[in-house]
């Protein structure tokens, strides 16, 4: 699950701060010199995160429904296909 310091990482890989309570935009010192990111800028990079990490996930269980059917229309019995994919 995407939070506010993948966000703050994914906008500025060199940022330097401190998060009280964690995965809190409001709760977030920035250190040495770090230009702050707004609250509203972070929300949205942790939004935009998530979807490409679900999308992840999705194309995954796709892709291993597709791998299933794709045995399976080579002949294989449902146990075979189980066997071979550690199911």
Sequence with gaps: MANIEDAISAINPSAQYTSTPADNADGITWLAG???????????????????EDAAKTQKLTDKTNGNQKLL??????????????Q
Excluded: R
Excluded at 73 to 80: F, H, P
């Design 73 to 86: 229309d080579l002949g294989l019995t449902q146990a075979e296909v189980d066997a071979i994919t550690g």
């Design 34 to 52: 770090t230009a702050p990111i707004t609250k509203a800028d972070l929300e949205a990079k942790k939004a935009e995160l998530q979807a490409v």
